[in-house]
């Protein structure tokens, strides 16, 4: 007996349904409903499918955690290194990995490498597109890649039944599906890209995944605010997500997890996007910093610790007169509301004034920390900039800016010192309690422990 059919009203920002059209979803969206056709599921017959399941097979018990066995996981090596330690040390077998980015950040550039490295090394790896033709996909190979393995197999394809089909008979070890955006299954009348029909194609690539016990790297679009597009169960459902991110004007390109059930989430990849696709980045040091010779004014060298390696950037501050009746406060790589409350600490525990001053900073690189180890260069970028004062000395400054003005610790300092002292600096300035952590000195690099802000411009200044 055929499926009858119901129709609902699914927002398409949250994945509400609703029986009628509403003009604003539970969520706050305001005109995101989409009417969409979905099965609907006879009670007696549910009813019935239940019963023969429950006869037709034994019922599975449940087991004390302790006697369950922990096997390790199988890892596939992509042949890139920094993608691997994004990963934890590899894809897992059955997992399913949601890779995100802007149009053209290189998100289908690092995939094609990933798959010619994993298919140079004997697996059968199947590569699904939505959005380009075989040929197109080829072009970008050959650029990317060169000589390419029997192994890669392209299928230009949205029907997620034709999918199922050709992965039974190609048994493929790694399958690639760019986008799920473009992807729809017959089973629902609703167009590709809408809530249903991602949720229903995910939990398909979920069976693909967990069936034949073979990773499984999907694309995803993004919205104009940088999120993920879709609904979150997708999120929910994969076992991964990745954030490509990096700047137009940089070659820079950033590889984040935000989700990793196989490993750590604060682990990132560093690349630069070159002609021939993408190059991992081994030393993120040296590529932030250009020199390490004294800075100038507004300039302070600053680190944080991303996952398992300390990474040093540069902090650039620019302050100029205002214009009648307001001051400009603007920030690139660093939270605007965070520069906020280092310019209230300034004015409050400092002495500074900066209400007739337009304040602009700037992480040199395009690179965004999240750590509040880089508050103490960036109040002391802006000091420099606003008293013109150069610090004649190679100084590296880390440490968190409280409100009362004190310098709280961060951690993994010991290894930041090591670093700054491999790049050659001088000088440090820490937290107190960090320096008495770590001593008065690491190799060449001198470290000074400052207990709140002045102190920390008293060193800086030299005093």
Same mark, same amino acid.
């Given at each position: 007996?055929?499926?009858?059919?119901?129709?609902?009203?699914?927002?398409?920002?949250?994945?509400?349904?609703?029986?009628?059209?509403?003009?604003?979803?539970?969520?706050?969206?305001?005109?995101?409903?989409?009417?969409?056709?979905?099965?609907?599921?006879?009670?007696?017959?549910?009813?019935?499918?239940?019963?023969?399941?429950?006869?037709?097979?034994?019922?599975?018990?449940?087991?004390?955690?302790?006697?369950?066995?922990?096997?390790?996981?199988?890892?596939?090596?992509?042949?890139?290194?920094?993608?691997?330690?994004?990963?934890?040390?590899?894809?897992?077998?059955?997992?399913?990995?949601?890779?995100?980015?802007?149009?053209?950040?290189?998100?289908?550039?690092?995939?094609?490498?990933?798959?010619?490295?994993?298919?140079?090394?004997?697996?059968?790896?199947?590569?699904?597109?939505?959005?380009?033709?075989?040929?197109?996909?080829?072009?970008?190979?050959?650029?990317?890649?060169?000589?390419?393995?029997?192994?890669?197999?392209?299928?230009?394809?949205?029907?997620?039944?034709?999918?199922?089909?050709?992965?039974?008979?190609?048994?493929?070890?790694?399958?690639?599906?760019?986008?799920?955006?473009?992807?729809?299954?017959?089973?629902?009348?609703?167009?590709?890209?809408?809530?249903?029909?991602?949720?229903?194609?995910?939990?398909?690539?979920?069976?693909?995944?967990?069936?034949?016990?073979?990773?499984?790297?999907?694309?995803?679009?993004?919205?104009?605010?940088?999120?993920?597009?879709?609904?979150?169960?997708?999120?929910?459902? &994969?076992?991964?997500?990745?954030?490509?991110?990096?700047?137009?004007?940089?070659?820079?390109?950033?590889?984040?997890?935000?989700?990793?059930?196989?490993?750590?989430?604060?682990?990132?990849?560093?690349?630069?996007?070159?002609?021939?696709?993408?190059?991992?980045?081994?030393?993120?040091?040296?590529?932030?910093?250009?020199?390490?010779?004294?800075?100038?004014?507004?300039?302070?060298?600053?680190?944080?610790?991303?996952?398992?390696?300390?990474?040093?950037?540069?902090?650039?501050?620019?302050?100029?007169?205002?214009?009648?009746?307001?001051?400009?406060?603007?920030?690139?790589?660093?939270?605007?509301?965070?520069?906020?409350?280092?310019?209230?600490?300034?004015?409050?525990?400092?002495?500074?004034?900066?209400?007739?001053?337009? &304040?602009?900073?700037? &992480?040199?690189?395009?690179?965004?920390?999240?750590?509040?180890?880089?508050?103490?260069?960036?109040?002391?970028?802006?000091?420099?900039?606003?008293?013109?004062?150069?610090?004649?000395?190679?100084?590296?400054?880390?440490?968190?800016?409280?409100?009362?003005?004190?310098?709280?610790?961060?951690?993994?300092?010991?290894?930041?010192?090591?670093?700054?002292?491999?790049?050659?600096?001088?000088?440090?300035?820490?937290?107190?309690?960090?320096?008495?952590?770590?001593?008065?000195?690491?190799?060449?690099?001198?470290?000074?422990?400052?207990?709140?802000?002045?102190?920390?411009?008293?060193?800086?200044?030299?005093?």
């Amino acid at each position: 007996m055929a499926k009858r059919k119901k129709t609902v009203f699914v927002c398409q920002e949250c994945g509400y349904e609703s029986s009628k059209w509403m003009g604003q979803c539970i969520c706050g969206a305001w005109n995101s409903f989409v009417e969409e056709t979905v099965p609907e599921i006879d009670a007696q017959d549910s009813r019935r499918r239940t019963s023969s399941r429950q006869e037709g097979s034994r019922v599975r018990s449940a087991s004390p955690l302790r006697e369950v066995g922990t096997g390790e996981y199988t890892r596939m090596d992509t042949g890139i290194g920094e993608l691997n330690r994004v990963l934890g040390g590899g894809l897992v077998r059955g997992s399913l990995v949601l890779i995100s980015g802007e149009p053209g950040i290189g998100k289908s550039t690092i995939i094609m490498q990933a798959a010619s490295n994993i298919a140079d090394g004997g697996s059968r790896v199947l590569y699904v597109s939505g959005e380009e033709s075989e040929e197109q996909i080829k072009m970008r190979a050959d650029r990317i890649c060169g000589d390419l393995s029997g192994n890669l197999y392209i299928l230009s394809e949205t029907n997620m039944e034709n999918v199922l089909a050709v992965c039974e008979t190609l048994k493929p070890g790694f399958v690639i599906i760019d986008s799920i955006q473009t992807m729809y299954t017959e089973e629902l009348d609703s167009v590709p890209g809408s809530v249903s029909q991602v949720r229903a194609c995910g939990n398909l690539l979920m069976k693909i995944g967990k069936t034949w016990d073979i990773p499984v790297f999907i694309v995803a679009h993004v919205t104009k605010n940088g999120e993920l597009a879709g609904p979150k169960i997708v999120e929910h459902l &994969v076992d991964c997500v990745l954030s490509f991110t990096g700047e137009r004007d940089h070659d820079l390109r950033i590889l984040r997890a935000y989700k990793n059930r196989f490993g750590t989430t604060s682990e990132i990849g560093a690349f630069r996007m070159e002609e021939k696709g993408l190059v991992e980045i081994r030393d993120l040091s040296a590529t932030f910093l250009e020199s390490t010779e004294e800075k100038p004014e507004g300039s302070v060298v600053s680190a944080v610790y991303e996952g398992s390696r300390p990474v040093l950037l540069e902090i650039q501050a620019l302050t100029a007169p205002a214009n009648v009746g307001f001051s400009r406060r603007t920030a690139v790589g660093i939270d605007h509301q965070r520069l906020s409350m280092i310019l209230a600490v300034l004015e409050k525990k400092v002495g500074m004034t900066l209400i007739n001053q337009d &304040v602009y900073v700037n &992480v040199v690189g395009g690179l965004r920390p999240d750590s509040t180890s880089v508050d103490l260069a960036v109040a002391l970028a802006v000091y420099s900039s606003v008293r013109s004062i150069r610090c004649p000395r190679r100084i590296l400054a880390i440490g968190e800016v409280g409100l009362t003005g004190e310098l709280r610790s961060t951690g993994n300092v010991e290894k930041i010192a090591a670093e700054a002292a491999r790049m050659g600096y001088e000088e440090m300035i820490v937290p107190l309690r960090s320096a008495k952590a770590i001593g008065s000195r690491i190799g060449n690099c001198r470290v000074h422990g400052a207990a709140d802000l002045r102190e920390a411009i008293r060193i800086f200044r030299g005093e």
